[in-house]
């Protein structure tokens, strides 16, 4: 027996299921009907006032079949509807589960998923600027009550910071400490942390005599796990560097250099400015910014 026979009699036996006759029950009963009195009137045994009134219940039949079909119709396009909600929900679940898994799986004390850290040059001389970070931090493991900070200027004469601030104010510098023969800056968060915990803040330094030789740089080093990076560097209206150029250092000693004239950065409320952004850039990735006046 063919291959092609076999298929057919499986297809007529599978129309021929309860589950589908249950399914087409009205129309199959309708078709049947109207076939029936087709074949009785030809024959003149149904007069015409009875096949004009089985035709018009055919007809309403019909009406009902189309009706429950269209009916399903849009059931089953609101269904779809809803499909994209749910894959983005499904999604946002699976990727909350990876960040537990990494977060439990992390030797990190917490990861950052947001880090911008801009340094705003105000006085034309560069003796006065501002050092701004605003930091998003999800913590990796138990009872975290502090953490530090570290940035590398260079360039002027002996600087020196002011008014450190930290925005909620529950935020305190509490001492200084040396790990891998660099200084880093000890903060209290006031209060304790569980992984998983999200603490979002802002920290501003007042920076005098800084930034006052004709070459000056700052650098940035990714050192925890971050998301996104934001760095920027901007100078007074009356103040324009020479030139400016951005090197990039990568963990493998690969490095990119970017040029750029004075007359050639952008400028935001008059102000030039460089800016650049990374997403998740890797460790010991660096950015130094140097700049003539």
Partial sequence: MST???TSKRSWRDLASREVLREYADP???LVAALVFAFLA???IVKQELLAAVTLGVLAAVAAVMLRQRYVIEQAKQSFDLVPG????????VAKIERTVEALSSSD???ILDHEAEWDIVASDGSLAYGRKHKKLRFNQQDIVSIYELTETSGGRPGRVEDWTFDPNIIQKVGTLSVGGEDHILLSLGTRYQRNDELDYTS???IRDLFTDDQNRVS????????RLRLRVAWPQDATPRHVRIEEVMP????KVEEFKGSDLQIDEGRPFVQRSYERPPRDHKVVITWWR
Avoid: I
């Fill in 220 to 227: 940035h080093r990714v050192r925890e796990r971050t998301s």
């Fill in 252 to 255: 493998g000693g690969d490095a």
């Fill in 109 to 111: 004390a917490y990861e």
């Fill in 4 to 6: 092609s026979l076999e």
């Fill in 42 to 44: 030809g024959f003149g």
């Fill in 86 to 93: 749910h894959l983005a929900e499904v999604a946002a679940a």
């Fill in 204 to 206: 501003t330094r007042t």
């Fill in 28 to 30: 199959l009963a309708t």
